[in-house]
């Protein structure tokens, strides 16, 4: 398994008040039923607008079932922007038992970020979720059926990956004949070389058990672009069940990136 290197700094988060707490570890018992990680690089922009709808949904979720408990992890991932500040107003608003900030000394990838989140987090199960948006947040509902369905998770390992495959026939009226091409070859090398049976593997939007989340982020190797690629290739190794779900899904254009 390849070694977890965390800088001294990122072995903390600040609470609402500001002060410096020790991050928890996967290896601990959960204390929460939802733990959501979102990693973050230079979404100072596009963060705000998916933590108010997150929110929204999981405050009114907890109100209609008090027993409903969650955190989310924002990664900030060595951003150059203001990402980690405006995430922490979330963090002094919710609290840090809700709202927690991992900010990164340097960028490690959003594979590297989102793993650290996992390794910090207290849920039962773990959400994925990116920063932009693009899946409509009460669609964890569905992730987590899928998960049920699945039942009985041999040693508690189960995953349910959101899909976009439903989706392919419009995104390929509005791409290009050459990108359409290479989308077509890398779903073809990926399936020939490493995932069978998930046609759509670089989805965001992924709900983990902890025990599911703590043997294939323990085995990754790749931090950056294609990780989900390997995740899936490690659960499938592991015998772990998989679950593909169809989510709704909106292409979010990419923020203008810092010089």
């Known amino acids: 398994m390849p070694p977890l290197h965390r800088h001294e700094e990122e072995k903390f988060f600040l609470n609402a008040r500001g002060q410096k707490e020790t991050l928890p570890s996967i290896r601990d018992s959960p204390t929460k039923q939802l733990s959501i990680v979102v990693p973050s690089y230079n979404e100072e922009k596009r963060l705000p607008i998916m933590m108010d709808e997150a929110l929204g949904y999981l405050e009114e979720r907890q109100k209609q079932d008090p027993t409903f408990t969650y955190e989310v992890i924002i990664v900030d991932d060595g951003s150059k922007d203001q990402t ?42 773990i959400l994925m979720a990116d920063a932009d948006g693009a899946t409509k947040f009460p669609d964890v509902e569905k992730l987590e059926k899928g998960l049920r369905d699945l039942q009985p998770w041999p040693d508690q390992m189960a995953i349910a990956c959101g899909s976009r ?36 593997t670089q989805c965001g939007f992924k709900l983990l058990t902890r025990e599911a989340a703590s043997r294939t982020f323990s085995s990754l190797h790749i931090e ?11 659960a499938q190794f592991f015998k772990i069940p998989i679950a593909e779900i169809a989510v709704n899904w909106t292409e979010i254009e990419e923020p203008p990136q810092l010089s």
């Open 84 to 125: 980690s500040k405006v995430a922490f107003k979330y963090c002094q608003k919710y609290g840090s038992d809700k709202i927690r900030v991992i900010t990164l000394v340097k960028n490690r990838g959003k594979g590297g970020a989102i793993k650290m989140g996992v390794f910090s987090s207290r849920g039962e199960k």
């Open 165 to 200: 495959a439903h989706l392919q026939t419009e995104s390929i009226a509005q791409r290009s004949y050459f990108r359409t091409l290479l989308m077509y070859g890398f779903h073809f090398l990926v399936w020939f070389l490493c995932v069978k049976g998930i046609r759509d």
């Open 224 to 234: 950056r672009w294609a990780f989900d690629v390997e995740l899936l290739y490690i």
